[in-house]
């Protein structure tokens, strides 16, 4: 074949999973028919679960990472309860599990015990829900932050506390309706002005590497995992996952509802190194907002029985803010 | 029991947990109509053949080609390309150039001298086919291939017929049209030229052959009475091009006008100005828009300077000036006279009013049935008379190379199988996918840097060959962006994103199966699929269980990301 110019172009680019005319080194991790399956079948995760689809993303890439060497800390929440029902467990790595609250803290210990042993090729990732990770967990997680601990901690993010029946956690987004932020009065679902940023904190203890992701973007999560799993010192990566069941929406959806997310510029993405952001993903095709509200019952109080464009429009600003302050939309980051 | 404090049971794993019990919807594979194999009148399989060529496998692909279409260089310079039309990719940015494809693939089979092995048993019957035109010979093609015997007949010197002596040689080179010709007479086709048949019935009758395919096409120019002075020069378009063909160009003079609206009239005006008349004016009835010749061509005689005389009908002609009478449309659109007329200065007048078929080698034949200058066939192609069959120009259809070239492929099966005293049933046609059910967020956006070389390539002015078709890195490009509509092209999606690993990838070729013992029924494979390959169906129950009749359900999927709205990131979004 002529091979003076040739064009690198495929029918779907890096954007799928895979591709038959790609290089297998350069495809995705999940692509590969020998990937881990971190979190295999049989789990009792809902259909359409983003939670297990973004765990099984992650860890198996930092499986591959770091050549199996890796343990993994689950705080309490869906991710736990659905993948080890007793006596049954769903995960292919080495798991462990203590509280809710300090999944942090236990990840710095087991890391730390590894370190005495003198083994630091073995690697700890710890992960919770935004439940675990926001609120309950956050004294150790900003501990683990401070003390620059050897652990990449992932934040699977569903935006309230789902195992327990969909309660407001610090990672609810404004007007969204959960059980204790009903749908009710002049200003309907959670409020606005509160909450917490998690990674925009994360960034603020310096550490060497924060992330955001989501499981609508594979290769952009498996790339960020890779370098988490490059450097040492205390990671952060949050991924957006989306939840059919707390969120109200319908099981297929969940990529396309993360991929609007990002569309939207309600969740950037984006990278930091020591409290600074380097690398943004640039939306690819705006949306407004409402594209993304609309497939969501949390979100049906904002179009029934009447529609709230006030509220819209203040949601609507909140992507416009990230846009700008992210650059979401420059051709390169 | 040596288990540790407070462990009662061994360690098991989920696989234990059969989720698939929690399904009341399974998705299922399914291999779609695309709608470029939908609309193209040849049949060819252009996502079969695309797929292909996407990883470089370009014999695989022109030998997929060949199973329908015997002509691939013609085709990719000749044919009016309803593919691209139909094209689901022409609604997200640009139709794929599936035309300039099929051309890189048959002239890289001219190139390479690939030929077509016959490898069917000889059946030991004879078929005639009457006419070497593009239907004639597609006939022959797809008949030899079916291991019959095989003569065809031309009045003419050459073999081609409209191919030759219709389509001038700057849209099509006869280099490319005598080793396609070349080549199917290389399988064992025999080629008999300068024959002119007239005894069709006989022929059938004393059992020298065992069925007759008539393809003579329509190559007499109709008529129409011009009053004219004596020395007037009005000539024939048909004539015309056919005489350029021979050698023997007639004499145009400076000024030349072109009377009629379609394609054979462009091809008369351009090839006039290639014999040097500085000016060829086209005198149309009605307005462009209702012109029957296809845009792209009017476009390429307009760059080349052809001028073009709107609603307006030729009065009268005379030597070096014709009346011209300026027509207005009425509310029907049917032009209307206005009895204002005016003088146009024209040293030749060529008549391009359509075309008829001769029909005369039928003359007493009564089973056969005419209609409007044209033969009657029934669905299988055959006349009135048992063995007779008919196609191309001389039925009733659109009259074009490729729904010849399509006519001849049918009628070759429907002859085959009426010799086995079968009869030819089609396989089924799946449904067409249309746009809403492609997920074309994965569709990766064509590179600018590439673009521009592309679009001079793909430019239809095969004026001269003047534009070179696309070399093999832009046919390489140009091949991948097809978007595979309704059949699987094994990009993953499906096996990555399903949060339950529920589906198994088979490997390389064999795309991908659902694991029903875990499937939850949650449909993310179905959304995310790029190609609309996957269908959601309910679950088959004890009354209820042929999923492929559960297939033909139609199912419902959201229009991809952005589809609502402009593509454009900085667009703002806000009222």
């Known amino acids: ?71 993994a800390v689950n705080a309490t929440g869906c991710l736990e309860v659905f993948s080890t029902p007793y006596p049954e467990t769903s995960w292919r790595v080495p798991w462990l599990h203590s509280l809710f609250g300090n999944a942090p803290a236990v990840a710095t210990g087991v890391s730390a015990a590894l370190r005495a042993q003198g083994r630091t090729e073995v690697r700890v990732v710890g992960q919770g829900g935004d439940g675990g990770t926001v ?132 969740f950037p993405v984006f990278e930091a190194e020591h409290g600074e952001v380097v690398a943004t993903t640039p939306i690819r095709r705006r949306v407004p907002v409402e594209e993304y509200l609309a497939l969501q019952g949390r979100f049906a109080h904002l179009f029934r029985p009447t529609r709230r464009d006030d509220v819209i429009e203040r949601l609507q600003a909140m992507a416009d803010r990230n846009i700008e302050r992210y650059r979401l939309c420059e051709e390169a980051s | 029991m040596d288990k540790p404090f407070a462990v009662t049971l061994d360690v098991g794993s989920s696989l234990a947990n059969k989720t698939g019990s929690w399904r009341v919807e399974r998705p299922v594979y399914v291999d779609l109509l695309s709608p470029c194999n939908n609309a193209c009148p040849a049949g060819e399989n252009v996502q079969a053949w695309l797929y292909a060529a996407e990883d470089g496998s370009y014999e695989q692909a022109w030998r997929t080609l060949m199973e329908d279409n015997p002509f691939p260089a013609v085709m990719g310079r000749v044919c009016y390309r309803p593919c691209e039309t139909a094209c689901n990719r022409g609604q997200l940015d640009e139709a794929v150039g599936i035309n300039s494809v099929e ?12 030929t077509v092995p016959v490898s069917a048993e000889p059946t030991g019957r004879h078929v005639l086919v009457v006419g070497a035109g593009p ?23 050459a073999a081609g017929g409209m191919m030759r002596y219709g389509i001038p040689k700057y849209r099509l080179p006869r280099e490319v049209l005598d080793a396609e010709i070349s080549r199917i007479t290389a399988m064992g086709v025999r080629i008999e030229l300068a024959q002119e048949v007239t005894e069709v019935l006989t022929l059938l009758d004393r059992g020298e052959f065992d069925a007759v395919f008539l393809a003579v096409g329509a190559h007499v120019g109709k008529r129409a009475y011009i009053p004219a002075g004596e020395a007037a020069r009005i000539l024939d378009a048909v004539g015309v091009l056919h005489d350029v063909e021979d050698g023997q160009p007639p004499l145009l003079g400076r000024r030349v006008a072109v009377y009629g609206g379609g394609n054979t009239a462009i091809d008369v005006a351009r090839t006039a ?19 029957p010749a296809h845009d792209s061509e009017v476009r390429e005689a307009l760059e080349e300077g052809v001028l073009m005389r709107w609603l307006a009908t030729v009065k009268h002609a005379d030597v070096g000036r014709l009346l011209v009478e300026r027509m207005e449309l009425d509310e029907t659109g049917f032009p209307q006279p206005t009895g204002e007329v005016d003088e146009l200065e024209a040293d030749a007048l060529v008549l391009a009013l359509g075309q008829e078929a001769d029909l005369s080698l039928l003359d007493g034949v009564v089973d056969v049935a005419m209609c409007d200058g044209a033969v009657q066939v029934d669905g299988t192609f055959m006349t009135g008379h048992a063995g007779l069959f008919a196609g191309g120009d001389m039925v009733p259809a659109e ?24 009869t030819y049933v089609p396989s089924m046609k799946q449904p067409v996918v249309d746009k809403t059910q492609l997920n074309t967020w994965y569709y990766a956006d064509a590179p600018h840097a590439v673009r521009p070389r592309l679009e001079a390539a793909r430019r239809t002015t095969t004026f001269d060959e003047v534009v070179e078709g696309l070399d093999e890195d832009t046919a390489l490009y140009e091949a991948r962006r097809c978007m595979s509509c309704g059949n699987c092209f094994e990009c993953d999606n499906c096996f990555g994103v399903c949060p339950d690993n529920a589906v198994i990838k088979l490997g390389q070729g064999l795309r ?34 042929d999923l492929d009749l559960l297939k033909t359900v139609p199912t419902h999927r959201r229009p991809p990301i952005g589809d609502m709205a402009d593509h454009s990131p900085n667009r703002d979004v806000r009222p």
């Open chain 2, 273 to 291: 100005k290639r014999l040097g008349a500085e000016e060829a004016v086209i005198v149309y009835r009605r307005t462009r828009e209702r012109m």
């Open chain 1, 1 to 71: 074949m002529n091979r003076t110019s040739p064009v690198k172009f495929y029918q779907v680019g890096s954007l799928a999973v895979g591709n038959r005319l790609v290089d297998p080194v350069e495809c995705s991790v999940q692509s590969d028919v020998e990937r881990t399956n971190s979190l295999t079948s049989g789990h009792r995760a809902c259909q359409g679960c983003g939670e297990a689809l973004g765990a099984r993303y992650a860890l198996d890439a930092a499986m591959r990472a770091t050549k199996n060497q890796l343990v």
């Open chain 1, 135 to 266: 609120d309950i967990g956050f004294a150790c997680l900003s501990g683990m932050f401070e003390r620059n601990d050897d652990v990449l901690y992932i934040c699977y993010d569903n935006e309230a506390y789902m195992n327990t029946g969909v309660q407001r956690s610090g990672a609810t987004p404004p007007a969204a309706r959960t059980m204790t932020t009903q749908a009710v009065g002049p200003e309907p679902g959670n409020a606005f002005g509160q909450g917490k940023d998690v990674p925009r904190i994360a960034m603020a203890h310096e550490i060497p590497y924060v992330a955001t992701a989501t499981v609508a973007d594979l290769r952009d999560l498996e790339a960020k995992v890779t370098r988490a799993m490059d450097m040492r010192g205390a990671r952060y990566l949050h991924v957006l996952v989306p939840c059919p069941l707390g969120w109200g929406a319908a099981s297929c959806d969940t990529i396309r509802i993360a991929r609007l997310a990002t569309q939207s510029g309600l």
């Open chain 2, 103 to 114: 051309r890189f693939l048959g002239d890289h089979a001219i190139e390479h001298g690939w």
């Open chain 2, 512 to 545: 991908y199966e659902i694991d029903y013992d875990f499937c939850k029924g949650c449909g993310i494979c179905v959304q995310e699929c790029p190609s609309g390959s996957i269908v959601m169906v309910p679950e088959p129950t004890e009354r209820f269980t």
């Open chain 2, 399 to 422: 009259r074009t190379v490729t729904v010849a070239i399509g006519h001849g492929k049918q009628a070759a099966r429907n002859i085959d199988a009426w010799l086995r005293g079968a």
């Open chain 2, 135 to 157: 239907s004639g010979l597609s006939a022959a093609y797809h008949l030899r291939r079916l291991g019959h015997e095989v003569t065809v007949r031309d009045a003419g010197a």
